[in-house]
């Protein structure tokens, strides 16, 4: 009986010596949501007839359950900076439901494409154009690149951060 007893109590102990701690991870499952935030920085728009300067604009990537991405960014003319005779506000950006592909340096890529209404002032509402995106992460700075072919040529507009909240 004393053999079994101990036999017993070894076995208790054994099993309870093996209890394994969680991960630091745990609330961060997926490449989306380790690059998920509100990112504030600034925007050049380069195209034919020359290059435009916005300051403080705001680009917010949030994480969908999927692991898919969604980034919404807006650009208008409260936030130029660049002395121009147009006042061009590039609208809001929504690209949506986008793959995170986690690459060898450390950074993240995405893709997407859409169409966004480009107004010549705040208050009117532009003309639709279609737009291809590119964004890439690396620790806390994105840099979003939306290219426009037919708006003036060739127009880039290259969001890069400067902080994330």
């Known amino acids: 009986m004393k053999r079994f007893f101990l036999f017993m109590m070894m076995a208790a102990l054994t099993v309870t010596s093996f209890t394994a701690c969680s991960s630091d991870d745990d609330d961060v499952n997926t490449d989306a949501e380790r690059i ?5 920085g600034d ?32 650009n208008d003319t409260d936030h130029l900076v660049t002395e121009s005779p147009v006042a061009m506000g590039f609208g809001t950006f929504t ?20 169409s ?11 003309k639709s154009y279609a ?17 426009f072919e037919g708006l ?9 951060s400067s902080s994330k909240k």
């Open 36 to 40: 998920a935030g509100t990112y504030t």
């Open 43 to 74: 925007t050049e728009a380069k195209f034919t007839y020359g290059t435009l300067t916005y300051e403080d604009d705001v680009l917010t990537l949030t994480a969908n359950s999927d692991g898919t991405a969604n980034v919404s960014y807006t």
């Open 95 to 114: 690209d949506s439901k986008m793959k995170v592909t986690a690459n060898s340096d450390g950074s993240y890529s995405m893709s997407g494409s859409g």
């Open 116 to 126: 966004v209404a480009i107004s010549m002032s705040a208050s009117a509402t532009g």
């Open 131 to 147: 737009y291809t995106s590119e964004y890439t992460v690396k620790g806390s700075v994105i840099t979003a690149v939306y290219t």
């Open 152 to 160: 003036m040529g060739t127009t880039v507009l290259t969001f890069t």
